[in-house]
């Protein structure tokens, strides 16, 4: 939905600037709730979804489906408004860096264990958000 739109945005051109991406957004996806909760990427595509999907231990969660061949052919991003409505997480710099994390995910990238800013660490600098290193899941 539209609360989602500038950190997809963002996301979608910091990947962009890739040589090897290119993502390309496309507005017009559907706002049902039901089809928000199923959340399924088209053929060749990435769907990014926004609901209150619950308190179930995770921000944002992304899924792909691969061909017999090892390729990416579909994916999606469920970003979770039940975290993001509370004033912990309802703020631009969690919201920016999930939503970046989890395309990362949609493109095959896994969690870095390495020391060092981590890409979603990277895109919050960028945007001039101050930082602190965190996941993609709740604190405890």
Same mark, same amino acid.
């Given at each position: ?9 963002? =996301? ?107 890409? =979603?660490?990277? %895109?919050?600098?960028? %945007? ?13």
């Amino acid at each position: 939905t539209s609360d989602w739109d500038p950190y997809v945005s963002q =996301a979608i051109g910091d990947w962009s600037q890739s040589s090897v991406l290119n993502m390309v957004e496309d507005p017009g996806g559907s706002t049902d709730d039901r089809d928000r909760r199923q959340c399924r990427g088209p053929q060749g595509a990435v769907r990014i979804c926004n609901l209150a999907y619950g308190f179930n231990g995770w921000l944002g969660i992304a899924g792909i489906s691969i061909d017999t061949s090892g390729h990416i052919v579909t994916g999606y991003t469920k970003l979770n408004d039940s975290y993001f409505s509370t004033s912990t997480y309802n703020r631009p710099d969690w919201k920016q860096s999930v939503a970046c994390q989890e395309l990362g995910h949609n493109v095959g990238l896994d969690h870095q264990e390495l020391a060092g800013p981590t890409r =979603a660490h990277i %895109a919050r600098e960028k %945007a001039g958000i101050v930082t602190r290193e965190r996941g993609a899941s709740p604190a405890a």
